[in-house]
């Protein structure tokens, strides 16, 4: 039996005249995904998105294809579903075939109707009806329930054809990736910012991320650490770059010459300057950060106002209002958690004072700057040396980073 993977459209659907465009990305989205598991065709009509497998390998990998399209984000549903011609006696038998198994297992179903095509004879409550009667006759265990079935037969009948599935399975929900442009995801090696890299690219944002390695304070095997964050989140935000910066001597400066209350607020700046910099030379437009409000001492108020002013592009903070305990329930279900949780240090865990200030003003944090004039060379330098490291996308692992908040 033929079978095609269902992708519906969600907030896309309500687009106006650049919704082309949108949907032109999860296109190319959608074909790069399953671009390795045979001959698939991918196109549109009425808000949903079809991949078709084209010949023999294609169809047998229709169950890979439909886990890598799942966490494609723009996907509000998909169903894997049969295809068939659009008559009556085609829809019994194909319901039958495809789902007759799972119906002997359950013990209550009801079965819903969609009928887009309005040449089709039937009308949908006539279809729910008629099908659910051959269904019952077929398996006389099952009884019907409207209300709370264990098992939905759902018939769409289509343009191109009659399709029959279960129950829609929740997509990954947001924006194809790249439509609302690009930006450089702030990458430390612990448990926040690939979360926040996941949502952002969820709104849309194609990213690529930055990290500030201080060898020998920071080992290759943090470093590594990093690198493997960021191929897990390509699984879902696509190819990209991580750029490691050379942080050694700017944080040793720090180290030297910032007054220690100040320090980790005045290394912060520091970074967001660095970041800027490698940010306009590929266009971004954005920095991400995985900074949840006062959940440390530089991310209270007054201290991430310090930081947005060192400069000039708009930092984006995903996770401002969620808590510990839902970033790390977010970091589980996109696979990143146990990767974080590798004990390695990172730049942002050295140096650290006893008590920083919660409450910098800009104009100290200023004063202190300008008593530390080599600062600006060594960033400089360090922007300047940025190593480049290609991330190829991985296939999202089975399972993960479908969740509503």
Sequence with gaps: MKEIILCYQGEMALKGLNRATFEAVLSKALRYRVRELGRF???????????????????????EAYERVRKVFGLAALSRAAVC??????????????????????????????RSDKSFPMKSPELCRELGGFLLAKHPHLRVDVKHPELTVMVEVRDYGAYIHGPKTPGAGGLPVGTSGRAINMLSGGIDSPVAAWFMARRGLALHHIHFASPPYTSEAAKQKVADLARIVSGYTGNCVLYVVPYTKPQEYNRDNAPDVLFTVLMR??????ANRVAKEIDAKALVTGESLAQVASQTLMALACTDAAQD????????GLDKTEIVEAARRIGTFETSIL????????????????????AEIEAAEAAMPGLAGLEETAAREVERIRIEMEPPRRGGALFEL
Aim: aromatic share 8%.
């Design 41 to 63: 065709q991918v196109y549109k009509a009425q808000s949903t998105m079809y991949v078709e497998p084209r010949d023999q390998e294609a169809e047998a990998n229709v169950g």
């Design 85 to 114: 011609e659009k008559n009556f006696e085609a829809i019994q038998a194909a319901a039958e075939e495809y789902l007759g198994g799972a119906l002997q297992k359950a013990r209550t179903f009801k079965v819903e109707a969609k």
């Design 269 to 274: 700046r520091s970074m967001m300057r660095i």
């Design 313 to 320: 592009l708009p930092i984006l903070r995903p996770l401002i």
């Design 343 to 362: 004990p390695y240090e990172d730049c942002c865990t050295i140096f650290t004072p006893p008590h920083p200030k919660t409450k910098p003003t800009l």
